[in-house]
């Protein structure tokens, strides 16, 4: 087993002579496997998968990943020549919005098909291991898109790349490299804002890149109905997928991203099958539209997101613009296995408060709210009303019971019960008796009640702003072990047993250059 390992190793350093130099969050010149990080084995666990599943360790891969749900997914060519998915990956972190990147220093994590071949893979990266999406692709130069070094890769921090864990990366880079030692030339790297379903899309039916994304969704269905990686082509400043030469053509067509699309077909069954598939989906999307399904809120300033696996291991931690959670389905995610070491410079995204605070009154979604509040008014008023004497007199002198006390209403819900006394209906004994014995309750001074309710209004104004003081990043960042898989514990050290290996400066320090 080790001279047939030794031999693949030399055999990918003679076929990547040539390979590029990458900078940024790649550095220097790189083969393949040139390190123990970059030809760590696929773990057993996987390759007992693979039978399984019908996939021999060396077929084709091919990549899909999707920013709202975090994932990223594996899929694997099985002997029956379709893909078939093979692992699903939480993403530790990713910045920037929902949408594509548009140029040098957006912050944005890339959207789009692009290739990736063995010069792209980084075994000596600064994060780990990593390997270039291949941004920007002749659609991004088409319309004038810039940046660089665009990365997959390890260390849990985003600058315009998709982070996971490093043991995460570790295999993935692995099934990459084994495709490769398998014959694969390229994979093809799918990038998503999220899952390309009629859900989805009417949540985001409002959003400015939807014809970008109805754009990349007609190759997300190529991939669905035939589960074979779609032919990329791009003409006219827009994709195509699946094109082949015309019946009457001598040869094949050549596409240029910014010329006119030369002439082409696709072929039937794979336009008959993905037209049937769009009109479901335009069907299911026009019923949720009818029904008022909410749009989905916009940029909030919130910087990219995190699964909410890796979001209820770090104190505070935030799913930002990626699929949240409830708290207490966090809570109870935090007592699971983290898929890798989470280091202890992982900076969660962080909400804009003041836009978020706003939000309300834009977003219909959140008017479920005002319920709630009425609900509240209600509990406290009730029993004013459908009480008896000795009730309401043993709650003017304080005696309250526990359920009144519990359902108490917020400053603006007491304002709007404290004028019902105030009517104009004609005055009764009993509410003559009351109000006689709330003017010689002992101790009760009514001159006291604005101050104490403005005390209260103002409590909770104060508690965000005490959170986010709070809210401090771990000064530390764990050792990572090279043989790393999955496995290690949630608490953020190396794993057990492991030999550690020397820590890389922090994040901010090691990439200074903005993507």
């Not at 350093?13 to 130099?21: F, G, H, K, M, R």
């Not at 779609?230 to 067509?253: L, S």
């Not at 299911?284 to 890796?310: C, H, Q, S, W």
Request: hydrophobic share 35%; proline share 8%; net charge positive.
């Amino acid at each position: 087993m080790n001279s047939r390992s030794l031999a693949r190793v030399l055999l990918a350093s003679v076929a990547l002579a040539a390979s590029i130099v990458l900078a940024g969050c790649d550095t220097d010149q790189v083969s393949l496997a040139t390190n123990a990080k970059a030809n760590q084995p696929v773990p057993p666990k996987l390759i007992a998968a693979m039978g399984e599943k019908d996939m021999d360790l060396n077929s084709p891969i091919l990549v899909r990943l999707f920013k709202q749900e975090a994932e990223l997914e594996i899929w694997k060519q099985t002997r029956s020549g379709q893909f078939a998915l093979l692992k699903t990956y939480p993403i530790c972190r990713w910045s920037g919005d929902l949408g594509p990147k548009v140029r040098e220093g957006d912050r944005q994590a890339p959207e789009g098909f692009y290739s990736i071949n063995p010069s792209q893979m980084n075994p000596q990266s600064a994060y780990y291991l990593s390997f270039n999406t291949g941004f920007p692709n002749a659609f991004d130069k088409a319309l004038g898109r810039t940046g660089s070094q665009l990365m997959v890769h390890g260390d849990c921090s985003s600058r315009g790349c998709y982070a996971m864990t490093d043991e995460q990366i570790a295999e993935i880079y692995s099934l990459g490299r084994e495709s490769f030692f398998g014959g694969q030339k390229a994979f093809q790297f799918q990038a998503y804002p999220f899952r390309m379903t009629p859900v989805n899309m009417a949540k985001h039916r409002n959003n400015p890149n939807m014809a970008f994304w109805k754009m990349i969704k007609e190759g997300y269905d190529h991939f669905e109905v035939t589960r074979q990686e779609p032919k990329v082509d791009f003409c006219e400043k827009k994709y195509v997928f699946d094109a082949a030469k015309a019946p009457d053509a001598k040869r094949d067509p050549v596409f240029d991203a910014s010329a006119k699309c030369p002439a082409y077909v696709i072929p039937e069954d794979i336009a008959s099958a993905v037209a049937e598939k769009q009109q479901r989906d335009e069907a299911e999307y026009a019923k949720l539209v009818a029904r008022g399904t909410p749009v989905a809120r916009m940029n909030t300033g919130i910087d990219g997101g995190m699964n909410k696996v890796f979001a209820s291991k770090i104190p505070e931690g935030s799913t930002g613009l990626s699929e949240g959670a409830e708290g207490n389905t966090l809570q109870m995610l935090a007592m699971s296995k983290a898929p890798g070491t989470i280091p202890g410079t992982v900076n969660p995204p962080k909400p804009n408060f003041e836009p978020v605070a706003a939000a309300p009154q834009e977003e219909p979604v959140v008017a479920v709210s005002a319920p709630a509040t009425n609900t509240r008014v209600a509990s406290a008023a009730a029993p004013e009303k459908s009480g008896g004497f000795f009730s309401n007199l043993g709650r003017k002198m304080g005696l309250g019971t526990a359920d009144t006390t519990a359902t108490t209403p917020p400053p603006q819900a007491t304002a709007s019960v404290t004028p019902a006394p105030a009517t104009t209906t004609p005055a009764t004994a009993a509410s003559r008796l009351k109000a006689a014995v709330t003017r010689f309750v002992p101790g009760h001074d009514k001159s006291k009640d604005s101050t104490v309710a403005a005390t209260k209004a103002a409590e909770p104004a104060a508690k965000p702003a005490e959170t986010r003081v709070a809210a401090t990043r771990p000064a530390l960042k764990p050792s990572i072990n090279d043989g790393a898989a999955e496995g290690t514990s949630s608490g953020g050290g190396q794993l057990a047993g492991a030999a550690p290996v020397m820590s890389s400066n922090s994040f901010d320090s090691r990439f200074s250059a903005m993507k």
